[in-house]
């Protein structure tokens, strides 16, 4: 207080006002900060102590250097963990901003009903990841709904891509023919398509009953997911197959959410410059590349850093699965230092901690260098 | 000239209406892109609530018309949960009630003719509780079968199951729950009262060494004494078999399971009533993590758990939360940038596995591996106060600058003056709070030790860890759909300001 403060110069009661704000302030903070500095600062310290020594939980920790990091890193388990928390957060953060960037540009749209949709949509982001992950295991079993639905494709097959083959040809007789006189038909207009889909449909139903097209007789498909399979690059396991399912859940779970976010940096973006677009005469596509995503960059910057920090922790999925998939096929960085923390016996809880502070520092610096290199100047 | 012009405006009404058609097929294709996108997001979860209804959630392939939502089978449910238990709600089998189930057998020409075998099997659930032998109705029920009429090849036949009273007393009809028997038999009264129970005839006398403790029964109380009429059931499971060529075409429910080429038929049970046919695997949620000693259910004491923890968080959220973002927002001192960028802000970006040591050693000395324990370690969220302090930052200081000279101190100010116009910031916040605490699965996990303490989400991934295992996903899916309908109702109620909340902090931050 009293050493470069600029009160100090200032009248008494001046002074011992300030004094006065600095203690009620200090007191309104006082539960946030008590509570964060023993559960949180205390606990940070801890951690990095026992990461420099040979403590199990059951004796008294004395320090043995970087050991403990060493034998985190030849630890077969911890790389296979790092690589596949790496891996895992970097798919579903680029998947999850994707997906939710679109639906959020699908969604800004002023049509009746938007507010159900919206609703609609939401429901996997509210619910717990136990109760998700739960349902997709059950959707996810050798002869669960997904195989279930991949067999009904397979058996639809000839009528789906029949169908998708008159669609296609039909529309571009149609928009040639619109062309030939003089309207300015683009190749998917919305009208032609309705009235393309509608024949491909009739010919479809007319060549199924006629027989000569029919559904294929298919074996159902029986792919088991949670076992030990591996999408490998050469040599190198990259991404297990009970990942991408898992992958696909949080994606699944956490576009909604997202997405809202995108939505409302949709909505203060200014019309005006869709006008400007449109005098220019910018496709759909070039406006959404050239207006919609640069504006959209601080809320993209927050997307990403949420997505990051958020997958990097992924634990509670592996948790839940548990028994059900091979352990190297989900372990992470968070249920690596779960696990090693609450090992039968005496637990290498030292090995723990340099593995949570591993994590950490990931995390860190991958804020730090996305805050760094990918912020536009405008947004700060 | 007049017909250019004339040419000319009806091309331009022309391309009018060629524009206008566009705008509808777009609308169209949007709902189209819609609807698709919510049968993806909303279709798991419908699939599973519909599933955790069946008796056989892994059926492949899966049905979406099933016996248990069709009006038909569910009043057959209710029906002989009237005839065995005299409720069609939770169905049952009790002394002295009789049940009649129909069953279809086609036998062609060159088949056998005899009419089905008809048995009672014995039920054992599976369960996180040691729960004590349960007696079984198959043990006292009586099965007569008859053939009632015939059509062509099918034959109808009844089978009655009926369960005779042990005792031949009557009088009032009370409900009891046995207790540790000494050289007498004893049950304990709903009012809590322990008394002796007579067993008076050569029927009664020969179950006596059968009955376990904990054991519903039924007494009939007459003369002061109380007589034995039989130990109460929820479930008659029953089994049909037919003659290889034969087969059951129809019955009164369909089959639970079919087995050996269709020739035999399993009923998990005759005497369902709308909860033990419908809601089958979510009163099983409840009933087998029962602790037969103390009446209390594991499942409900998770869902208590979560409610608690839930609450409690919510509660020291409003409270500390909005005074420490107030302190933030308003209150120039030393040292603010430091506790916003290292409390706040860092303290997010920090995964929790780094805390996790020390704060179950903690915790563990404290001996707090409870929900108070759980309860301290997220005591004053760092979201929540980041939300409240850019909501502060928000509000004209006019107000407490009035309050200023009236003469309140800044705690006065605070309370009086701001907490009660923080109603949006502060809805959105318990939401969160809410959500964040009842979805919350690592801390319980690690803090939590004792089955009885658990929170929903570690309950569930224990359930999944015992059921998951032998494919039982019934139970999963109807803890799974259970333990999600309280968030879902938050937020049918408080949706505006679920969707408030994400933007906001997403376009401010």
Not at chain 1, 132 to 140: G, N, S
């Amino acid at each position: 207080m009293t050493i470069t403060n600029p009160t100090a110069k200032r009248p008494k009661a001046a002074r011992s006002k300030q004094s006065q704000t600095t203690t009620t302030a200090l007191l309104f903070l006082a539960p946030f900060l008590i509570t964060t500095l023993i559960f949180f600062f205390y606990a940070f310290a801890r951690a990095i102590y026992y990461s420099f020594t040979d403590f199990n939980l059951f004796n008294t920790p004395k320090l043995i250097g970087i050991k403990p990091y060493m034998d985190v890193l030849a630890d077969p388990s911890f790389r296979r963990a790092l690589a596949n928390s790496l891996i895992f957060a970097i798919v579903t953060t680029t998947l999850q901003t994707v997906f939710s960037l679109l639906m959020a540009v699908a969604l800004n749209n002023k049509i009746r009903g938007m507010a159900f949709f919206r609703s609609a949509w939401y429901m996997p982001s509210i619910t717990s990841s136990v109760v998700i992950t739960l349902i997709f295991l059950w959707l996810f079993q050798r002869r669960g709904i997904a195989n279930y639905l991949i067999t009904q494709w397979q058996a639809y097959q000839p009528l789906i891509l029949t169908f998708l083959g008159v669609l296609i040809v039909v529309q571009i007789a149609q928009v040639l023919w619109e062309r030939s006189r003089k309207l300015p038909a683009g190749w998917i207009d919305p009208a032609l398509a309705a009235v393309s889909a509608l024949i491909a449909l009739v010919v479809v139903f007319i060549l199924n009953s006629t027989g000569i097209i029919g559904l294929r007789e298919v074996a159902p498909y029986d792919y088991q997911y949670f076992a030990d399979k591996w999408i490998s690059i050469g040599n190198v396991r990259v991404l297990s197959i009970p990942l991408l399912v898992i992958i696909i859940q949080n994606t699944f779970t956490t576009v909604p959410t997202l997405m809202l976010f995108f939505l409302a940096g949709l909505q203060s973006i200014p019309g005006s410059l869709y006008e400007a677009a449109d005098i220019d005469g910018a496709t759909p596509y070039q406006k959404l590349m050239n207006v919609t995503v640069p504006m959209l960059r601080p809320v993209t910057f927050y997307v990403v850093t949420v997505g990051l920090i958020g997958t990097m922790q992924m634990f509670d999925q592996v948790a839940v699965i548990g028994s059900a998939a091979p352990q190297d096929t989900l372990i992470t960085l968070a249920f690596y230092v779960y696990t090693n923390t609450f090992k039968n016996g005496a637990a290498p809880v030292n090995m723990a901690s340099a593995a949570a502070i591993v994590l950490a520092l990931i995390i860190l610096s991958m804020v730090f260098v996305q805050r760094k290199f990918f912020v536009a100047p405008e947004a700060n | 000239m007049t017909a250019i012009q004339a040419e000319r405006r009806a091309a331009a009404s022309n391309h009018d209406a060629w524009l206008s058609r566009r705008r509808w097929a777009r609308a169209g294709w949007l709902y189209v892109f819609m609807l698709v996108m919510s049968f993806f997001f909303l279709g798991p979860f419908l699939m599973g609530l519909l599933s955790s209804m069946k008796d056989n959630p892994n059926e492949y392939p899966p049905k979406v018309i099933i016996p248990q939502l069709t009006a038909q089978y569910v009043s057959r449910a209710y029906n002989l949960g009237v005839q065995g238990g005299n409720s069609g709600w939770n169905g049952g089998l009790t002394p002295g009630r009789e049940v009649t189930f129909d069953v279809s057998v086609r036998s062609p020409a060159d088949a056998p003719k005899d009419a089905p075998v008809v048995s009672l099997f014995p039920y054992q659930p599976v369960s996180l509780v040691a729960i004590a032998k349960q007696a079984q109705a198959k043990d006292y029920a009586k099965l007569s079968t008859v053939q009632v009429s015939q059509s062509g090849e099918t034959k109808v036949y009844r089978t009655t199951v009926s369960y005779p009273s042990l005792t031949a007393q009557t009088g009032e009809v009370i409900r009891a729950k046995l207790v540790t028997p000494d050289s007498d038999v004893k049950a304990q009264l709903p009012g809590g009262e322990i008394v002796k129970v007579t067993l008076d005839t050569p029927a009664a006398q020969a179950k006596q060494y059968e009955l376990s403790e904990t054991q519903r029964v039924e007494l009939v109380k007459a003369g002061g004494n109380y007589y034995l009429r039989g130990p109460l059931f929820e479930r008659t499971p029953m089994q049909v078999d037919v003659q290889r060529g034969q087969s059951i075409v129809n019955s009164t429910l369909p089959p639970s399971d079919k087995q050996n080429f269709d020739r035999s038929f399993a009923f998990r049970n005759v005497t369902p009533g709308i909860l033990g046919y419908t809601f089958n695997n979510y009163r099983r949620a409840f009933n087998e993590t029962m602790d037969p000693k103390s009446g209390r259910s594991l499942f409900f004491s998770w869902v208590l758990n979560s409610f608690l923890y839930a609450f409690l968080r919510v509660a020291a959220a409003v409270v500390f939360c909005s005074l420490a973002g107030y302190a933030l927002a308003r209150f120039d001192f030393p040292g603010k940038n430091l506790i916003f960028l290292g409390a706040v802000l860092f303290v997010q970006m920090v995964p929790s596995q780094v805390n996790l040591v020390s704060n179950y050693v903690l915790l563990k000395d404290l001996h707090l591996l409870n929900i108070w324990g759980l309860w301290l370690n997220g005591f004053v969220a760092a979201g929540g106060v980041f939300l409240m302090k850019q909501f502060f930052e928000g509000m004209p200081k006019e107000l407490e600058e009035s309050a200023s000279i009236d003469g309140a101190g800044p705690f006065t100010t605070f309370w009086k003056v701001m907490l009660p116009q923080a109603g949006p910031a502060l809805i959105a916040l318990a939401i969160t709070q809410f959500q964040g605490a009842w979805n919350d699965f690592f801390w319980p996990l690690v803090l939590l030790r004792q089955n009885t303490d658990f929170t929903l989400t570690v309950g569930l991934s224990s359930f999944s860890q015992l059921y998951g295992g032998q494919g039982d996903y019934g139970l999963i899916l109807a803890g799974a759909i259970l333990s999600a309908i309280p968030v879902i109702i938050v937020f049918i109620i408080f949706q505006r300001y679920f969707v408030d909340t994400g933007s906001d902090s997403a376009v401010k931050g």
